[in-house]
Nanobody
Framework: QVQLVESGGGLVQTGDSLRLSCAAS????????IGWFRQAPGREREFVAA????????YYADSVKGRFTISRDNTKIAVHLQMNSLEPEDTAVYYC??????????????????WGQGTQVTVSS
């Protein structure tokens, strides 16, 4: 089993920045791809960004390109999501997800076996 713990969420104003982190523990040798998804009230969970421990990617949703940056910590199985120029539309619960999947469909939630509990990001206008 793999456990994922997100941190770094909070309440900010439009234009501010936040840095989310996702730390994995347990059977982490099986992890190849870690992604971030978000879910706003009344909306479906949507892909935000993903990164793997290979040469492809990273990958971003169009809505966050140029504002968000995903990075990995090569000393441990951890991923960070730097979110700049935040907008009220970015308000959501952000989830970290991980899997051994090494393909290109990293935007599909079904590709991920392990999920964190989520961290709330609220952007006020």
């Amino acid at each position: 089993q793999v456990q994922l713990v997100e941190s770094g969420g909070g309440l900010v104003q439009t234009g501010d920045s936040l840095r989310l982190s996702c730390a994995a523990s347990g059977r982490t040798l099986s992890i190849y791809t870690i992604g971030w998804f978000r879910q706003a009230p009344g909306r479906e969970r949507e892909f935000v960004a993903a990164i793997n421990w290979g040469s492809r990617g990273p990958y971003y949703a169009d809505s966050v390109k140029g504002r968000f940056t995903i990075s990995r910590d090569n000393t441990k199985i951890a991923v960070h999501l730097q979110m700049n120029s935040l907008e009220p539309e970015d308000t959501a619960v952000y989830y970290c997800a991980a899997d051994s999947y090494d393909g290109k469909d990293v935007h599909r939630a079904i590709m991920y076996k392990y999920w964190g509990q989520g961290t709330q990001v609220t952007v006020s206008s």
